[in-house]
């Protein structure tokens, strides 16, 4: 593909189930209908996705751990292809993970409660083209608030 030297940002919200699994988290963020020319196509130059709610909207009751593992697929995928790096259809891999706290833990004095970033760590494969579609998937394991949902925001910058 040669550079045209366009670019295109793309942002928005994904509303995550905690502990759901990746296809009932899946969100197209493209549909770019440009299949059969081959010279005419997008890449993920970069792209970032963040915790939006709040620990008071999710409902934290006390201390935890939340991982929100996420991807990019060039197209459709069945549960079992996710988080798989050796699909060439999955071509973006992050984990994000905080510390949550709650109202009820002593140490915040009735302040807002916070979010502690923990990690964070992402991979793009260098090597992709978009040409059909641009799937965002996420999966957020928390247990002490499964079944309860989340927003994430997310932006990606493409050239």
Do not use: C
């Amino acid at each position: 593909m040669k550079p045209t030297g366009k670019s295109m940002v793309l942002s928005g919200v994904l509303e995550t189930g905690i502990m759901y699994p990746y296809d009932q988290n899946l969100k197209t963020v493209l549909e770019y209908s440009n299949v059969l020319d081959i010279t005419k196509a997008w890449r993920v130059k970069d792209f970032k996705v963040w915790l939006k709610s709040t620990p008071e909207e999710i409902g934290i009751a006390n201390w935890g751990y939340m991982a929100i593992r996420y991807q990019l697929n060039t197209d459709s995928m069945v549960r079992a292809d996710f988080w798989d790096a050796a699909d060439n259809r999955a071509i973006a891999f992050g984990e994000v993970s905080y510390g949550m706290n709650s109202y009820n833990d002593k140490q915040t004095f009735g302040q807002p409660t916070p979010a502690t970033l923990l990690q964070y760590n992402q991979h793009i494969q260098p090597d992709h083209t978009i040409q059909n579609q641009l799937d965002l998937a996420a999966e957020v394991v928390f247990p002490e608030a499964g079944g309860m949902l989340v927003d994430l925001n997310y932006i990606i910058y493409l050239e």
